[in-house]
């Protein structure tokens, strides 16, 4: 095996496990030594390729958003109406979901860590990229007048709580089965605009 490929393999195990924990107990609420038993490696592997526990945060949260915002990026550009689109979107979101059921619950911690890469200017939020596919609509005259933002943090605030009481147990495991309801009342929350 080549020695690249099993550090790489070794950081990607890291970096799973990390999210598993940060997504179901927080940042604050997990050690390093925690990590490595999760990750099956020990904390000295674990600082081979992080400086700290927070430096590993920030990287799982900046993934995360970035494979959320690349998305819907993604659709915004895309040829189509507006609702098709989104629906499109929302069901990759799901798809996602049930893939792996934590990076939705990442993306809804509130740590402070978080808050910071938020407000720093490398770090392009999914909330931005969908208040200008939403504004795009608007634009298009295919949604009626909205806060695209406020429109925007309502559908992320929905589908990460989906995400939470599939975790909880308050809904299946599985949001793709829930598609068509989920599209159909997030749609008739941007249909009604103002």
């Known amino acids: 095996m080549n020695k690249k490929t099993h550090v790489d393999s070794k950081k990607k195990?890291?970096?799973?496990?990390?999210?598993?924990?940060?997504?179901?107990?927080g940042i604050d609420g997990i050690s390093v030594k925690q990590i490595g038993e999760a990750a099956g490696v020990t904390d000295a592997a674990i600082y081979k390729h992080f400086k700290s526990k927070d430096a590993m945060a920030m990287e799982v949260f900046e993934q995360y958003c970035n494979s959320y915002t690349t998305l819907i990026d993604f659709y915004r550009k895309q040829n189509g109406s507006f609702v098709s689109r989104f629906h499109q979107l929302v069901?990759?979101?799901?798809?996602?979901?049930?893939?792996?059921q934590y990076g939705l619950l990442l993306l809804s911690q509130h740590h402070e860590l978080y808050i910071e890469?938020?407000?720093?200017?490398?770090?392009?939020?999914?909330?931005?990229?969908?208040?200008?596919?939403?504004?795009?609509?608007?634009?298009?005259?295919?949604?009626?007048?909205?806060?695209?933002?406020?429109?925007g943090v309502l559908i992320i605030g929905a589908i990460t709580r989906l995400s939470v009481s599939s975790l909880e147990g308050e809904l299946p495991q599985e949001l793709i089965p829930l598609a068509a309801e989920v599209k159909q009342r997030l749609t008739a929350l941007l249909s009604k605009g103002q």
């Open 13 to 25: 195990d890291i970096l799973q496990a990390a999210m598993r924990l940060f997504a179901t107990k």
């Open 91 to 100: 069901d990759e979101v799901l798809g996602m979901h049930d893939e792996d």
């Open 117 to 151: 890469a938020s407000q720093s200017q490398n770090v392009r939020q999914p909330l931005e990229a969908l208040t200008e596919f939403i504004e795009q609509g608007i634009g298009r005259g295919e949604l009626p007048k909205q806060d695209a933002r406020l429109s």
